[in-house]
C-alpha cells in the first residue's frame, strides 16, 4: 500500500487516451473507498471505471461496450478479484488488447494474495513499485495491518495499513 499502484495505472491509462486508444477501467465492486465507481489515488488522482463483482463481468462488459475497439483494459486492485481474473487477462491479450493490472502482491501477513502471483506469472512486464517503510525509511515491500483484524479483506488506509520494509514488518509481526 502506499507505493503509486493506482496512481500509476490511472498515468498509463490516462497516457494511452492521449494517444487516442480506446480504454476502459475496472474495479472491484467491494472497493468503495474514495468513491463507488471512480478509480482515485491516494493523491486524488482520478479516473472512471466500472465496479464488477466477478472476473467474468469484465468479459462481458469489454465483448458489449458501445466503443467497438477497445485497446487497453485497466483493471485496480485486482487481488480483491476472483481467480478467473487470470484466464480473463490472458484472452484479453489473445484479442491484442493490453491490459494493465494494479494491485497488491502480498497480504497483511505477507502471504501471497489471491490472484496476484498467477497474474505476475503470466504478464509480459511486473513493475513492483515500493514506498517508504514507516519504521526506518529505507524502501518497503509489506503492509503492516495495525489494527486487531484476522480477515484478510479488511479495505482501510493509514489508520488501518503502514509500510514496512521485510525487517521491520517481521519484528512487527514477532511483537504485535
Known amino acids: 500500500m502506499f507505493s503509486g499502484k493506482t496512481e500509476e495505472l490511472i498515468r498509463r491509462l490516462k497516457r494511452a487516451r492521449i494517444a487516442r486508444l480506446h480504454i ?8 468503495t473507498r474514495y468513491h463507488s465507481e471512480d478509480i482515485v489515488s491516494h493523491d486524488q488522482s482520478r479516473i472512471e471505471a466500472r465496479p464488477v463483482a466477478h472476473s467474468s ?14 485497446d487497453v483494459v485497466g483493471i485496480d486492485e485486482a487481488q480483491f478479484f476472483d481467480e478467473g481474473i487470470v484466464d480473463v487477462a490472458r484472452k484479453l491479450s489473445a484479442r491484442g488488447i493490453r491490459v494493465v493490472v494494479a ?19 503470466v504478464a509480459e512486464q511486473v513493475t513492483k513499485l515500493h514506498p517508504v517503510c514507516m519504521e526506518c525509511g529505507g524502501p ?8 486487531p483484524d484476522d480477515n484478510q479483506l479488511m479495505l482501510g488506509e493509514k489508520e488501518s495499513y503502514e509500510p514496512r520494509c521485510r525487517a521491520c514488518f517481521n519484528r512487527g509481526m514477532q511483537n504485535p
Open 24 to 31: 476502459t477501467l475496472f474495479k472491484p465492486r467491494v472497493d
Open 103 to 121: 494491485g497488491l502482491d502480498m497480504d497483511y501477513l505477507g502471504v501471497p494474495f489471491g490472484p496476484m502471483p498467477a497474474l505476475m506469472a
Open 140 to 147: 518497503a515491500s509489506h503492509s503492516f495491518r495495525i489494527v
Open 57 to 70: 463481468e469484465v468479459l462481458e462488459q469489454v465483448g458489449t461496450t458501445d466503443v467497438v475497439d477497445i
